[in-house]
């Protein structure tokens, strides 16, 4: 496959890559994913983003148990550094499902529309130069206005007229705010499904997809790519 001719041919450190993809039928979608590239699920009822994939990087382990906040994670001086990829040494691929419902709207993103801004770096610095908590929070609201968050992607989606000029959206944005990497995004809807308030399961987004912790163990993975 892909991953064993990459490591072959190219030799992992050079042609390594992450990747998003999805089976999607009645209402269930099945994702899976390798490194850092995206899903979304963004919901028109309630105007909220969920974010379904976990991604296999140093930086998310640093949010999970706490050590980074969640705005710090596109600017950290390790935020390119993961631990799986296809054609690196760790291919595995982690799987969930999730219920899609009538108002929802799937997003699939290369990692090149969540790290646009490419200056995250200079940012990280300032943060951690910074002598107090009031800095501290001044060059968050910074982060937060020039690199690609949930608020920015939701904004772009639900102003759109359609999931094309959404994604067209989404591509322009990335650009403006540094566009230095690849950048796909694919959108779809399945508007046959019922509306999620339209379902009588107060836990039907307590779905085990959500809640499910890493598969990997950054203590043992071998940091791939950088």
Known sequence: ???AQIRNERGYSEGATTIVTGLYSHGSLLRGWVGDSKAAILN?????VENPTRDHSIVQ??????SIR???????EESSTIVRAVGGSD???????????????VLIASDGLYDAYDRGKELYRKYIRAEDTSEEES?????????????DIADVVFEATTLETAAEGLISLAQKRGGSDN????????????????????????????RDEPTYDLE??????K
């Open 220 to 225: 043992t993975d071998e940091t791939i790519l």
């Open 1 to 3: 496959g892909v991953h």
């Open 139 to 151: 060059v968050i609201d910074e982060i937060l206005a020039k690199t690609v968050t949930d608020d």
């Open 183 to 210: 950048v796909s995004a694919l959108l779809f809807t399945d508007t046959t499904q019922p509306h999620r308030n339209e379902i009588d399961d107060s836990s039907s987004r307590d779905h085990p997809a959500y």
């Open 44 to 48: 028109r009822s309630d105007q909220t």
């Open 91 to 105: 291919a595995t691929v982690e799987t969930r499902t999730v219920p899609i419902y009538g108002d929802d709207i």
């Open 70 to 76: 969640p705005e710090i994670a596109p600017v950290h």
């Open 61 to 66: 382990h640093y949010v999970e148990e706490g």
